[in-house]
């Protein structure tokens, strides 16, 4: 007997629903639009917060870390290197804050590979948003972090006697530019994130990376110091031009040459492995 038939030799009925039986079922209206790239990007961005709501120990590195970075280099440093370490600290805490800042920003590259090896992004990548929303939006989520960090460092120098004579004005532009670059900065990390294999590799090489940028540079000491070989390696270093112009809108003067210098870095980290983060991400 033919599967299309009946015991009674009949062909069973086929069931056709009528227009309001499926008004009641399929969704009225017209479909919504498709986000924008602004708002794919800040919803995003709002699930990277969530992700710091759920998991508050990750603020460790913006709050306990640069405490202790503060309070550990200027009485370590302060009393050798300067009259004291109040007077050191007017020197110190606009270099310590980039330092702290930039080296924070190779969690970008962490976080993007933690959610690439648990399968997150490829969940997000079926989504019909704009493609790098995903990765727009984690580094949206990161500069609280980067504000965040700035701001404890700030209060603690403020505690321990640091007086910015560029007032508040002065400090929100030195925050500004350290925002700028470390924005820009992640990047270089997402590609990082994209390409190694696990979050170990991404921190390695981050910190592989980092240390001589940040240690190598006008953070602790002037480079007036350092033999004439190192002082062509700090002068080209942008991490030294970063603290340059941070120092200067700080002190409520302004240096247009390291400012200069450290817009075109962040503009080129961005161009370069912004470009090359998203050609990888589209090839996965």
């Not at 069973?12 to 009225?28: D, G, I």
């Not at 800042?101 to 704009?130: C, H, Q, S």
């Not at 002065?170 to 294999?197: D, P, Q």
């Amino acid at each position: 007997m033919s599967d299309t038939t009946t015991a009674t030799g009949r062909a069973p009925s086929v069931y056709v629903p009528s227009t309001e039986a499926l008004s009641t079922v399929l969704a009225p209206g017209a479909r919504p639009p498709r986000p924008s790239a602004l708002s794919a990007s800040l919803t995003f961005g709002w699930r990277a917060m969530l992700k710091i709501k759920h998991v508050p120990e990750q603020l460790f590195d913006v709050t306990a870390f640069p405490i202790i970075m503060v309070l550990m280099f200027t009485y370590l440093f302060g009393g050798a290197l300067a009259d004291s370490p109040r007077d050191y600290l007017q020197f110190f805490l606009p270099g310590i804050m980039v330092s702290s800042v930039v080296m924070i920003t190779m969690y970008t590259g962490v976080g993007l590979n933690a959610d690439i090896e648990k399968g997150v992004f490829d969940r997000i990548r079926t989504l019909p948003v704009w493609r790098p929303a995903a990765l727009v939006g984690m580094i949206f989520g990161d500069v609280l972090r980067y504000v965040l960090a700035a701001t404890v460092m700030l209060a603690v120098g403020l505690a321990l006697g640091f007086r910015p004579a560029g007032g508040p004005l002065g400090v929100v532009a030195g925050i500004g530019l350290l925002v700028v670059f470390s924005f820009a900065f992640s990047w270089v990390w997402t590609f990082f994130g994209l390409v190694l294999r696990s979050e170990k590799s991404v921190m390695g090489v981050s910190m592989m990376v980092l240390f001589p940028l940040t240690f190598l540079s006008n953070v602790f000491v002037d480079p007036v110091t350092m033999p004439g070989w190192l002082q062509a390696f700090v002068k080209a270093n942008p991490v030294t031009q970063l603290v340059s112009a941070v120092r200067a809108a700080m002190a409520g003067t302004s240096d247009p040459t390291s400012t200069m210098w450290m817009l075109l870095w962040s503009v080129g980290f961005l161009v370069v492995f912004g470009t090359l983060t998203m050609r990888r991400y589209n090839r996965r």
